[in-house]
């Protein structure tokens, strides 16, 4: 079946550092990707997304292109704000042509913390 | 617009009793989804439907868990002779289908099971 492995956290930064968590998965077909975003005492809310390979995913200055020949989808940011602490989960979705179309797969997620 | 709600937003109960978790979708959206996220962990995909009925409902952990949507908008997530694994964070969320496509999912601010 579909899995998702995340980096391992937590991940402390300081301000204005370069953030990158690294995201890996396994799907057959052609499944879409997404990255979402759980602040403090909010809900899960979707940061970006790629649907096909080679697609880049942007939003808030966070980045992630889906590289099929590698599997991952790895967000990035070149400098993190305090305001972006919060827990990352990486997540897919099955093509229209599997068992998992329609729910999704999320990793473990990632703790970030970022210090002025 | 009003976004996808969950109640209760705290439930405890104790070992061996029935709850029931209500979720109300984002109005016209006619997919919704259950996930649990046990603590440290990303959510769990449980069931989804389509309308009013299960399209799929392969992450139910077992017979003691049952879902219905009777009108096609809210859901009830129910669970009978509740265990004290069963305690987690139950998210909901909602999407719009449009003929093959599932866009993106909404997700609701979770109710918290704890079991005694």
């Known amino acids: 079946g579909n899995s998702v492995t995340q980096m391992e956290g937590p991940v402390t930064l300081s301000e204005e550092a370069f953030l990158t968590i690294n995201c890996t998965y396994t799907?057959?077909?052609?499944?879409?990707l997404f990255w979402y975003v759980q602040y403090p005492g909010e809900g899960l809310q979707l940061l970006l997304k790629a649907t096909k390979a080679d697609d880049k995913g942007s939003n808030k200055g966070f980045e992630a292109t889906y590289r099929k020949e590698t599997t991952s989808f790895h967000l990035e940011k070149g400098s993190v704000q305090v305001s972006d602490s919060a827990v990352y989960f990486c997540a897919l979705k099955g093509d229209a042509g599997g068992t998992s179309y329609g729910k999704l797969t999320f990793g473990q997620g990632t703790i970030l913390t970022v210090h002025p | 617009g009003a976004g996808v709600s969950q109640t209760p937003s705290n439930k405890v109960t104790e070992k061996g009793k029935y709850v029931e978790l209500r979720c109300d979708p984002i109005s016209g959206h006619t997919a919704l989804y259950w996930y649990r996220q046990s603590l440290g962990q990303g959510p769990e995909f449980l069931i989804y439907?389509?309308?009013?009925?299960?399209?799929?409902d392969s992450g139910l952990p077992n017979d003691r868990f049952f879902a219905v949507r009777p009108e096609g908008s809210v859901s009830t997530l129910k669970i009978q002779r509740t265990e004290r694994g069963d305690s987690a964070v139950y998210l909901c969320?909602?999407?719009?289908?449009?003929?093959?496509?599932?866009?993106?999912?909404?997700f609701g601010p979770g109710t918290r099971l704890t079991v005694l």
């Open positions: 439907f389509q309308g009013t009925g299960a399209a799929d």
């Open positions: 969320a909602s999407s719009l289908y449009s003929g093959s496509y599932y866009n993106e999912q909404f």
């Open positions: 799907a057959t077909g052609y499944p879409s």
